[in-house]
C-alpha cells in the first residue's frame, strides 16, 4: 500500500513520526524521529523485524482548532478497519493485522495466501465467501477498449443490508460511481427488496487510460471508453446471475426430536397462556410456519428418519441412569421396603436438632489428634470424634441409597474363603500359630456357602457381587469419589458371613448397613504418626471364639438405631 511521498512529509509537521526499518542481511535496521518537519536525530541503530515501521502519535498536537474537528475515535477506527480489509483481500501474498489499543483481538487477521477465497473468508467471514462466484472479463480490441477484469460476486442467496463493493484498478483502490451504479442495476432484478450484493473486482489496463484527476483526492477516477468497458462487465455479471438462479444451495441442518420435558412444559404453556407474561408477543408475518395441529403430517417431527434401535437402547439406559442419580438424590423414592422406612424414621426421630445445627453449619479448624477434629461454630470451639462421625455418614448413606448402588469393580476378584482366612488370623493373639488353620478353614468354608447362597440378596440390595465360585467382584460406592480401605475387606467379609441374622428383614438389613458404615469409615491413623488418647477406642477389633468354637466378631452396632 505504501504512503505517497508528499503525505508522508506532511505527516511530520502536523504529528510526531518515528521510522523503523531493516532490510534483508542487516544485522541491525535504524530508527529515525520527526517533528515539526524535522529530523530530530541522526539515525540510530536499533533492533528491528525486517521491512519498515512507521509510527504516528500525536496527530495535530500543533493546531488544536483542526484537533477539535476530529470525528469520533470509533467512527475513524471502523473507516480505518474497512480501509485494511479491502486492502487485505487484494494483496492476498501479504499478511495483515489490525487490532485497536488496548483489544486482546485483531479486528482484521489475514495471512499470505494463494487463494484470494481464502482471503475474503478470513476477513469478511464464512458466510460471505460461501456465497461468492468468480467472474472474468477481456477484452484486447485497441478500436473499443481493453482491459482485464477478474473478480468475485455474490450470488442470489446472499442478502445484506448495504453494498460492499472493493474496486482495485491497476492495484489502487478507487471508486467508480458508473461502474457501481450499473451493477446495482443488474443485482436489483435479482435479489430481494432492500438486498445488497458484495462485489469484489480487479481491473487492469493501460495506465494511460486513466484519469485520475476526477477528485482531489484521487480517490475516483475515470476511464476512456469507460461506457464499453462498463457494460461488457455488465453483461458477464448478469449472464454470471442468471445461470446462478437455476440452483440454489441451502444448508443442511440436523434437528433433534423434542425430548419428553419439552413436550410436558410445551403442554403447560399451552394450557396457561399467562404463565410467561400477561402480555401476549405478536409472531411476525413472516416468521409464521403453516401447521395443523390434528394433522400428523403437519408437524415437524413426521419428517425425521426413524432413529436405528441401538440408538433407542442407549437412550433407554441413560433414562435409567437418570432414574438411577433421581432416587439417589430423593431417597424417599428408593425407601419402597418397610423395614428401610422403620430404621430411617428411626433415625430421624432420633435426630438432635443442636447436634444437627451444629454439624451442618460448623467450620472445620483442623485435627486435634488422630481421631478428634477441632470443629467452630458460632463462638463455641468443638471436639468432634470423626470416627464415630463417618460411621454414621456412611450407616445413613447406605440406608438412603438403599437398592440402588453404584458399583466399585475390583480389578481382580477375591476369593471369599481366602479373605475370610485372613481376618480370622488377623484376630489370633498370635498370628504365626498355626494351632487354629484347621478351625480357621472350617469357619471360611462355612461362611463362604452361607454367603454364596445369599449372594442374589446382597446384591440386588447392596450392589456387592459373588459370583458362583465364591469370588467377591464388586463392592458398592456409598459415597461419590470416596474409595474405603481396602485392607478392611476381609473384616467386612467376615462380618457379613458371622453377623447378620438372615432370618429377620430389619435385622438383617441393618447390620448389613452398619458393617458397610464400619467398612467405609475413616479409621486411623488418617495422619502420619498416630497420637493421642483416642486412639485406644479404635484398635482393630479382636475375634473371640466361645466354648463351643463358634466364632463372634464383637461387632458393636449400638451407635446404629
Not at 480501509?83 to 487484494?90: E, K
Not at 455418614?393 to 458399583?407: D, P
Not at 448397613?513 to 464400619?518: I, R
Not at 485406644?536 to 452396632?557: H, I
Request: aromatic letters at 6%.
Amino acid at each position: 500500500m505504501g504512503f505517497r511521498g508528499e503525505a508522508l512529509a506532511s505527516m511530520t509537521y502536523v504529528a510526531h513520526v518515528t521510522v523503523t526499518t531493516i532490510t534483508k542481511g542487516q544485522l541491525h535496521g535504524y530508527r529515525v524521529s520527526y517533528k515539526d518537519g524535522v529530523m530530530e536525530n541522526e539515525p540510530k541503530a536499533c533492533a528491528a523485524v525486517k521491512g519498515t515501521q512507521i509510527m504516528i502519535e500525536n496527530l495535530f498536537y500543533n493546531m488544536s482548532a483542526r484537533r477539535k474537528n476530529l470525528q469520533n475515535s470509533a467512527d475513524d477506527y471502523s473507516k480505518i478497519v474497512d480501509l485494511l480489509s479491502r486492502f487485505a483481500i487484494h494483496h492476498t501474498s501479504v499478511s495483515f493485522s489490525c487490532r485497536k489499543h488496548g483489544a486482546g483481538r485483531a479486528d482484521v487477521s489475514s495471512v499470505a495466501t494463494l487463494s484470494r477465497i481464502d482471503a475474503i473468508r478470513s476477513v469478511y467471514g464464512v458466510s460471505v465467501a460461501r456465497s461468492l462466484m468468480k467472474v472474468e472479463a477481456l477484452d484486447n480490441d485497441p478500436s473499443s477498449s481493453v482491459f482485464q477484469m477478474d473478480g468475485f460476486i455474490s450470488n442470489s442467496e446472499y442478502v445484506a443490508k448495504k453494498i460492499t463493493m472493493v474496486l482495485f484498478i491497476n492495484d489502487r483502490l478507487v471508486d467508480c460511481t458508473a461502474l457501481k451504479r450499473a451493477l446495482e442495476i443488474v443485482y436489483a432484478a435479482t435479489l430481494p427488496k432492500a438486498s445488497k450484493p458484495f462485489i469484489y473486482m480487479s481491473i487492469v489496463l493501460p495506465p494511460e487510460h486513466v484519469d485520475v484527476n476526477v477528485h482531489p483526492t484521487k480517490r475516483e477516477v475515470s476511464l476512456l471508453n469507460q461506457e464499453v468497458i462498463i457494460e461488457k462487465i455488465q453483461s458477464v455479471v448478469e449472464s454470471r446471475l442468471r445461470s446462478s438462479n437455476e440452483t440454489q444451495i441451502f444448508q443442511e441442518q440436523t434437528v433433534e426430536p423434542p425430548s419428553s420435558s419439552q413436550m410436558i412444559s410445551s403442554k403447560d404453556s399451552n394450557r396457561n397462556p399467562l404463565a410467561s407474561g400477561s402480555k401476549s408477543q405478536k409472531v411476525p408475518v413472516n416468521k409464521m410456519v403453516r401447521t395443523d395441529s390434528s394433522d400428523p403430517a403437519g408437524r415437524l417431527h413426521s419428517y425425521l428418519h426413524a432413529e436405528p434401535r441401538g440408538h433407542l437402547e442407549k437412550n433407554t439406559s441413560l433414562t435409567a441412569v437418570r432414574s438411577s442419580v433421581r432416587q439417589r438424590r430423593n431417597p424417599k423414592e428408593t425407601a419402597d421396603l418397610s423395614s428401610i422406612q422403620e430404621l430411617i424414621a428411626e433415625i430421624d426421630s432420633n435426630c438432635h436438632s443442636g447436634m444437627l445445627d451444629i454439624v451442618r453449619h460448623c467450620t472445620y479448624i483442623g485435627m486435634a489428634d488422630d481421631v478428634f477434629a477441632l470443629l467452630q461454630h458460632d463462638t463455641h470451639l468443638y471436639l468432634a470424634n470423626v470416627v464415630s462421625l463417618s460411621k454414621e455418614l456412611m450407616y445413613q448413606q447406605v440406608l438412603r441409597r438403599f437398592a440402588h448402588f453404584n458399583a466399585i469393580q475390583l480389578s481382580n476378584p477375591a476369593p471369599l474363603k481366602e479373605l475370610i482366612v485372613l481376618a480370622l488370623k488377623e484376630g489370633d493373639t498370635d498370628p504365626e500359630s498355626t494351632e487354629n488353620d484347621e478351625l480357621n478353614e472350617k469357619i471360611a468354608e462355612m461362611n463362604t456357602e452361607l454367603l454364596k447362597q445369599k449372594a442374589d440378596l446382597v446384591e440386588e440390595y447392596f450392589s456387592i457381587h459373588i459370583d458362583k465360585d465364591g469370588n467377591l467382584s464388586r463392592l458398592p460406592v456409598i459415597l461419590d469419589q470416596y474409595t474405603p480401605d481396602m485392607d478392611r475387606v476381609p473384616e467386612f467379609v467376615l462380618c457379613l458371613g458371622n453377623d447378620v441374622d438372615w432370618e429377620e428383614e430389619k435385622k438383617c438389613f441393618q447390620v448389613i448397613s452398619a458393617a458397610l458404615g464400619n467398612f467405609y469409615a475413616m479409621h486411623p491413623p488418617m495422619l502420619p504418626n498416630p497420637s493421642g488418647d483416642g486412639l485406644q477406642f479404635y484398635q482393630k477389633r479382636k475375634l473371640v471364639r466361645n466354648n463351643e468354637g463358634s466364632l463372634s466378631c464383637n461387632t458393636d452396632f449400638s451407635g446404629y438405631t
